[in-house]
């Protein structure tokens, strides 16, 4: 039976689930070379989420101190 024919159905055997950590295996050996430039790429985006989740944070401490003397002030 041909693949784009309509009464064709995938095998149900679980050959395939042996072979998922051979494959991955596989794919992590491609990036071996590039540990060092993913590693680097992994700190900017943990960084940026930190600075994000920051964010409100120091804005609300800020507000809470630049009201408080602007209304002192006046």
Do not use: N
């Amino acid at each position: 039976m041909r693949h784009d024919d309509p009464l064709w159905k995938p095998p149900t055997d679980d050959s395939g689930a042996a072979e998922e950590p051979r494959q991955l295996r596989r794919i992590l050996r491609l990036f071996r070379p590039y540990r060092a430039r993913l590693a680097v790429v992994g700190l900017l985006v943990a960084a940026a989420s930190l600075v994000s989740v920051a964010t409100p944070f120091l804005l609300k401490e800020i507000l809470d101190t630049a009201i408080p003397e602007a209304a002192r002030a006046c």
